[in-house]
């Protein structure tokens, strides 16, 4: 990794759509060394995939929660059936497990808190829980999907 792959994945995580042209066009490179160096950081997964953003609020999906569960169980059978569970509710968003008191932070987008209700209800029945609190988002102070690129070696 070097000034120019990083100048590349900056101009991506803005705009995937860019062309191979515009793209080598901003980061100052010929066409076809930037589709070189674009094909091997695919090839080595630095870049994983290109997607579309959406609009949550345009798709009726306007409350972010952030779910901490907590769990009493910790074995192999339980792990395999949470997994499945969280993976099978297209709501859940985001699956983290974590240190300290929360064993995973689960964030979710929901139309409202119906929609929360119906998602915990969905997620309760698929697997035992300890402790389940939610948080929900009043104001999305900073949100991004552009990762700092300063730490690459």
Not at 40 to 51: C, F, H, K, P, S
Not at 110 to 129: C, H, S
Request: hydrophobic letters at 40%.
């Amino acid at each position: 990794m070097d000034d120019r792959d990083n100048a590349i994945l900056r101009e991506l995580q803005r705009d995937a759509s860019l062309s191979i042209e515009d793209l080598a066009s901003r980061v100052n490179l010929s066409r076809n060394a930037c589709w070189r160096r674009v094909k091997q950081l695919e090839d080595t997964g630095v870049i994983r995939a290109r997607v579309a953003l959406l609009d949550p609020a345009k798709l009726n999906l306007g409350l972010t929660a952030f779910i901490a569960i907590r769990t009493s169980a910790h074995d192999q059978t339980w792990l395999d059936r949470f997994s499945a569970a969280v993976k099978d509710i297209p709501e859940i968003t985001g699956v983290y497990r974590t240190t300290g008191e929360t064993d995973y932070m689960l964030q979710a987008v929901v139309p409202d808190m119906q929609g929360y209700d119906r998602l915990y209800k969905r997620l309760i029945a698929k697997v035992p829980l300890t402790d389940v609190s939610s948080f929900f988002v009043m104001e999305k102070v900073k949100e991004t999907t552009e990762l700092p690129l300063g730490y690459a070696a």
